[in-house]
């Protein structure tokens, strides 16, 4: 069952922007996440802000607690964290699924949260 959804998109520009604060980078990424090309970095924010939008909030996580790998055929994924564990069982969400896309200028993500 379909918990809730969320899209969002970003532009490359305001994120290298954001990024450019060293405070503001170390809250919202990874060091792993910070390594990646910019394209991949504004995903990954994407992302944060459709998990938010499909989890109805932070429910008190930070949105350091969203960060974004993949696995090892490449899929992205949302790392396991405590809080986003804690989080996720609360609300009764067994799974987020994630899309991401980006070109040139914009990324964009789509998060579905799953209830089984």
């Known amino acids: 069952m379909i918990v809730g959804i969320g899209v969002d998109s970003i532009e490359h520009e ?9 405070a503001f980078a170390a809250r919202v990424f990874t060091p792993e996440e910070l390594e990646l090309p910019l394209t991949s970095i504004s995903a990954r924010w994407a992302a944060r802000e459709a998990a938010v939008k499909a989890l109805g909030g932070l429910h008190g996580m930070r949105l350091r607690d969203l960060a974004v790998t993949r ?3 490449g899929r992205p994924v949302f790392v396991q964290s405590p809080e986003l564990d804690r989080v996720l069982a609360r609300l009764g969400v067994n799974e987020l699924h994630l899309s991401l896309t980006h070109d040139q200028t914009t990324s964009c993500a789509f998060v579905v949260a799953e209830r089984h």
């Open 14 to 22: 305001r994120v290298r922007d954001a990024i450019s604060s060293p």
């Open 71 to 73: 696995t090892h055929l």
